[in-house]
C-alpha cells in the first residue's frame, strides 16, 4: 500500500511589510477588531448628531422610526467596552440605505447624510 502524497501549504502571510487594522490567517480563522475607548466616545457623538439631523427631517413617522431603530442598533455597539466594528459597519451601513431610499422621497432626507458619513469615514468604511 502506498501513502497517500503530503501537500504542503502557507497558511500564513510571507511579505516584508503587512499592514492592516486586523488580519486573521489560515484555515477557518477570524479576527475582530474593537474600538478604543476615545473612539468609542467621538461614535457616540457622531451617533449623537445623527439622532440630532435625523429629528430636524420632515418625514412621516414610520420611515423614522425605521432609520431610528438601526441607530440604536448603532449606539448600542458604540456603547458596549468593546464595540465590534463589523456590526457597526452593518448597522451604519442600514441607516445610509434607509436614508438613501427616504431621499427618494423627501428633500431635506440629505441632512442625516452628512453625520453618517463621518460615522463611516472615521471608522474607514465604505458606504458604496
Request: no cysteine; proline share 4%.
Amino acid at each position: 500500500m502506498t501513502k497517500p502524497a503530503q501537500t504542503t501549504s502557507n497558511e500564513g502571510i510571507i511579505a516584508t511589510n503587512v499592514s492592516a487594522q486586523v488580519i486573521a490567517v489560515g484555515q477557518n480563522s477570524t479576527a475582530i477588531q474593537t474600538l478604543s475607548a476615545g473612539e468609542s466616545r467621538q461614535l457616540s457623538a457622531f451617533v449623537a448628531e445623527l439622532r440630532d439631523e435625523l429629528a430636524k427631517v420632515q418625514a412621516p413617522n414610520k420611515a423614522k422610526a425605521t432609520i431610528s431603530e438601526h441607530i440604536d442598533q448603532l449606539a448600542q455597539e458604540a456603547a458596549k467596552p468593546e464595540p465590534d466594528r463589523s456590526r457597526i459597519e452593518t448597522a451604519i451601513k442600514a441607516v445610509f440605505s434607509s436614508a438613501k431610499l427616504l431621499g427618494e422621497f423627501v428633500s431635506d432626507a440629505s441632512k442625516i447624510l452628512a453625520p453618517i458619513t463621518k460615522i463611516a469615514a472615521f471608522l474607514g468604511f465604505a458606504l458604496f
